[in-house]
């Protein structure tokens, strides 16, 4: 086939270094749109970004010349760079040093959208913490509690 074709949606979730509760309601608005701006400048499909006030939730069409690991390390330098100069209480902001990335089924991103445009409601109930590991459950994947957070 002469033309190289690909649709791999992917959610990509990190959140602040020890999930410090810093990213209020004043600032996510412009944070998710910044990401957003990232995220198509660097060749890749916004679908999605929302979050909860201590992590981000990254829903996209993965480009076919990046990697993930390419994609969250520019988000996070450049939306830590942006953040500090934000306030106070934001001055030594930093993201956690991993991230978890899951492939989203094409026919699951309106449940997906769902899920991330919630996350408000559904913090009530469950921390990121309880959120990261249920994820990592249900995509199969085990984690090692003494290296996962920070």
Do not use: C
Request: aromatic share 10%.
């Amino acid at each position: 086939m002469p033309q190289s074709l690909s649709q791999i949606v992917v959610q990509i979730v990190y959140s602040s270094r020890d999930r410090v509760p810093n990213l209020e309601p004043d600032i996510s608005p412009e944070l998710y749109a910044y990401l957003t701006s990232i995220i198509r400048k660097r060749g890749h499909t916004p679908i999605f970004v929302g979050g909860h006030k201590d992590h981000v939730h990254l829903l996209l069409g993965l480009s076919r010349v990046e990697t993930v690991a390419k994609l969250v390390e520019h988000t996070k330098t450049e939306t830590s760079k942006w953040l500090k100069t934000t306030g106070l209480s934001r001055r030594d902001f930093s993201w956690q040093s991993g991230y978890g990335a899951f492939g989203i089924s094409y026919s699951h991103v309106d449940q997906a959208i769902a899920y991330i445009a919630n996350q408000d409601l559904h913090h009530a109930k469950e921390t990121y913490q309880d959120e990261f590991r249920r994820i990592m459950k249900e995509n199969g994947m085990a984690i090692d509690e003494r290296y996962v957070w920070d």
